[in-house]
Structure formats: structure tokens, C-alpha cells
């Protein structure tokens, strides 16, 4: 059986409550290029673990207060059983 791993994240909310950091400053902080950043807020692209840390490191809060997965079972296996 396969599962299927979504990870989601409050990048764009944590940003808005950090004096709304732009994208530019985050991926400064973090050492990440601006479009790194926005790929992440829409969901485009899973982050490195090192990259999930700094992103954590840059609002000050732990990784599960900017990341979230979850773990689904296969969709395409769930309809051929």
C-alpha cells in the first residue's frame, strides 16, 4: 500500500504577523531566493529539511508552527481495490 505525503505550510500567515515580511526578506533570512519562497506559499514546492529549519529560525517558532504533513493513502489505489 502507498501513501501519499502532502505537506502544507503557514508561511504567507506567519509572514503577515511578522510586520508583514515580504517574501524578499524571508528568503534573506532564510537563504533562499524569492521564488523559493513563493513556490512554498503556493504549495509548488517542498522545502529541504535544512531550508523547513531556517525558514522555522526566521520567524522564531518551532517547525511544526510553519510545517504540516500529512500522510494519505493513494488515491489510484483506493479505486482499484
Given at each position: 500500500?502507498?501513501?501519499?505525503?502532502?505537506?502544507?505550510?503557514?508561511?504567507?500567515?506567519?509572514?503577515?504577523?511578522?510586520?508583514?515580511?515580504?517574501?524578499?526578506?524571508?528568503?534573506?533570512?532564510?537563504?533562499?531566493?524569492?521564488?523559493?519562497?513563493?513556490?512554498?506559499?503556493?504549495?509548488?514546492?517542498?522545502?529541504?529539511?535544512?531550508l523547513?529549519?531556517?525558514i522555522?529560525?526566521?520567524?522564531?517558532?518551532?517547525?511544526?508552527?510553519v510545517?504540516?504533513?500529512?500522510?494519505?493513502?493513494?488515491?489510484?489505489?483506493?479505486?482499484?481495490?
Amino acid at each position: 500500500m502507498s501513501k501519499k505525503i502532502i505537506i502544507t505550510n503557514k508561511i504567507r500567515t506567519l509572514r503577515f504577523f511578522a510586520n508583514e515580511m515580504t517574501q524578499l526578506e524571508l528568503a534573506e533570512k532564510a537563504g533562499a531566493s524569492r521564488q523559493t519562497i513563493m513556490a512554498l506559499e503556493a504549495g509548488k514546492y517542498t522545502p529541504s529539511l535544512a531550508l523547513a529549519f531556517k525558514i522555522a529560525d526566521a520567524f522564531g517558532v518551532s517547525l511544526e508552527e510553519v510545517f504540516e504533513c500529512k500522510i494519505e493513502e493513494d488515491s489510484n489505489e483506493r479505486e482499484q481495490k
